[in-house]
T-cell receptor, first 113, second 112 residues
Framework: DGGITQSPKYLFRKEGQNVTLSCEQN?????MYWYRQDPGQGLRLIYY???????QKGDIAEGYSVSREKKESFPLTVTSAQKNPTAFYLC????????????FGPGTRLTVT | RKEVEQDPGPFNVPEGATVAFNCTYS??????FFWYRQDCRKEPKLLMS???SGNEDGRFTAQLNRASQYISLLIRDSKLSDSATYLC?????????????FGTGTRLLVSP
């Protein structure tokens, strides 16, 4: 079955620690995205990547970093510079950057205390 | 002003009822429109695209009014399984890619 996997489902970290969230897809999609979702807010775009070794900042990139070394993988690092890291993080992919339908992974719920 | 605005609800309806959600968007350059469904603590999933002429998928009907920048979703004969949050989503071309802008969602609770 094709799809997007994110791990872990729940993650707990102490303030000041960097943490990396995993996102893998086997849909052979070129484009991948990271969003965060907070209560009472819509999904907000953190970073996106059109192809391997290329990525662009979204609306709220500060305090985050990404890499795209393989087509299938787009990990997100939440750094200690991110002021409010506790959130639900969603990874998505589309066949190309111009495709409309985004397929989402199951998400990672990060709690930083 | 938010780019996409929705009434957060919750809308509490009995099984079998008809319920309608509305959504307004501010960017007149928006090109495509969608409704996504999100179950509690899960990822959003595409419910349906919204076309200018309006479109129907079973019990679900979506309408678009470009002049008023307004999108609607009508659910007929509500089922318990329809309980979820419905996200209104618009897309527009932004620096070479189709950016999706998500509303905060409208929560629907269908009771027996």
């Amino acid at each position: 079955d094709g799809g997007i996997t994110q791990s872990p489902k729940y993650l707990f970290r102490k303030e000041g620690q960097n943490v990396t969230l995993s996102c893998e897809q086997n849909l052979n999609h070129d484009a991948m995205y990271w969003y965060r979702q907070d209560p009472g807010q819509g999904l907000r775009l953190i970073y996106y990547s059109q192809i391997v070794n290329d990525f662009q900042k979204g609306d709220i990139a500060e305090g985050y970093s990404v890499s795209r070394e393989k087509k299938e993988s787009f990990p997100l690092t939440v750094t200690s510079a991110q002021k409010n890291p506790t959130a639900f993080y969603l990874c998505a992919s589309t066949r190309t950057l111009g495709s409309y339908e985004q397929y989402f992974g199951p998400g990672t719920r990060l709690t930083v205390t | 002003r938010k780019e996409v605005e929705q009434d957060p609800g919750p809308f509490n309806v009995p099984e079998g009822a008809t319920v309608a959600f509305n959504c307004t968007y501010s960017n007149s350059a928006s090109q495509s429109f969608f409704w996504y469904r999100q179950d509690c603590r899960k990822e959003p999933k595409l419910l349906m695209s919204v076309y200018s002429s309006g479109n129907e998928d079973g019990r679900f009907t979506a309408q678009l009014n470009r002049a008023s920048q307004y999108i609607s979703l009508l659910i007929r004969d509500s089922k318990l399984s329809d309980s979820a949050t419905y996200l209104c989503v618009v897309s527009y071309l932004n620096t070479g890619f189709q950016k999706l802008v998500f509303g905060t969602g409208t929560r629907l609770l269908v009771s027996p």
